[in-house]
T-cell receptor
Framework: DAGVIQSPRHEVTEMGQEVTLRCKPISGHNSLFWYRQTMMRGLELLIYFNNNVPIDDSGMPEDRFSAKMPNASFSTLKIQPSEPRDSAVYFC?????????FGSGTRLTVV | GNSVTQMEGPVTLSEEAFLTINCTYTATGYPSLFWYVQYPGEGLQLLLKATKADDKGSNKGFEATYRKETTSFHLEKGSVQVSDSAVYFCALDSSASKIIFGSGTRLSIRP
C-alpha cells in the first residue's frame, strides 16, 4: 500500500501563475479531502468528494480555487491566478470507514 | 454544531515526564474520536481512536479514553521521549463523512 500520494512535494511559483496540485488516493477509498494548513489559520477543510462527487466545497476560499476528481484514483486542486496569501501546505486525505489517511502534502510558495 | 476544543500549546516537557493533552468535544449522537499526530514536514497520521463510550484507544505508549459523561478524550503518556515532539490533533467523526479537527497542540520534549 503506497498510501496517499501527492505531487509535487514543493512548488514555488510567481504571483498570477496557475498552480495545479495532484493527489492519488488509496485504492478502494471512496472519500477524498483537500486541506490547507497555515500557521495563522491552522488546518482548514477546502473541499471533499464522495465517490468522485463534490459534496461540500464551502471551505474553498475564492473562485480562484477549483477541484476536480475525474475518477476514483486521481484528484486535482487548481489555483488560478495564484496570490502570495495562497502560500501554505496543502494536504490530500482519503478514507473508507473510520479515519483518514493523509498524504505528505505539497508546500506551495507564491512569490 | 459539532466541534472539538483542545488545550492550546505549545507544551514543553522534559524527557520522561508525564503528558496530558486535554480534548473536549460537542457532538450530536455517538461520534468516533481520534488523535492524530503530525511530525515536522509530514502529514497527519492516525495515532489512536475510540468508537464508543468507555473505549480506550492506545498506541506507541499513548492512551485516551472516550468519556461520554464529560465529553472528553484526553491524550496521556506516562513517559515522553524527545521523538514524541510533534503537533497533536484531537478529532471527531459523527457522520461518517468529514472529520472535525481541533486546532492542534504543539508538544516539545527537552532531552
Amino acid at each position: 500500500d503506497a498510501g496517499v500520494i501527492q505531487s509535487p512535494r514543493h512548488e514555488v511559483t510567481e504571483m498570477g501563475q496557475e498552480v495545479t496540485l495532484r493527489c492519488k488516493p488509496i485504492s478502494g477509498h471512496n472519500s477524498l479531502f483537500w486541506y490547507r494548513q497555515t500557521m495563522m489559520r491552522g488546518l482548514e477543510l477546502l473541499i471533499y468528494f464522495n465517490n468522485n462527487v463534490p459534496i461540500d466545497d464551502s471551505g474553498m476560499p475564492e473562485d480562484r480555487f477549483s477541484a476536480k476528481m475525474p475518477n476514483a484514483s486521481f484528484s486535482t486542486l487548481k489555483i488560478q491566478p495564484s496570490e502570495p496569501r495562497d502560500s501554505a501546505v496543502y494536504f490530500c486525505a482519503s478514507r473508507t470507514g473510520y479515519g483518514y489517511t493523509f498524504g505528505s502534502g505539497t508546500r506551495l510558495t507564491v512569490v | 454544531g459539532n466541534s472539538v476544543t483542545q488545550m492550546e500549546g505549545p507544551v514543553t516537557l522534559s524527557e520522561e515526564a508525564f503528558l496530558t493533552i486535554n480534548c473536549t468535544y460537542t457532538a450530536t449522537g455517538y461520534p468516533s474520536l481520534f488523535w492524530y499526530v503530525q511530525y515536522p514536514g509530514e502529514g497527519l497520521q492516525l495515532l489512536l481512536k475510540a468508537t464508543k463510550a468507555d473505549d480506550k484507544g492506545s498506541n506507541k505508549g499513548f492512551e485516551a479514553t472516550y468519556r461520554k459523561e464529560t465529553t472528553s478524550f484526553h491524550l496521556e503518556k506516562g513517559s515522553v521521549q524527545v521523538s514524541d515532539s510533534a503537533v497533536y490533533f484531537c478529532a471527531l467523526d459523527s457522520s461518517a463523512s468529514k472529520i472535525i479537527f481541533g486546532s492542534g497542540t504543539r508538544l516539545s520534549i527537552r532531552p
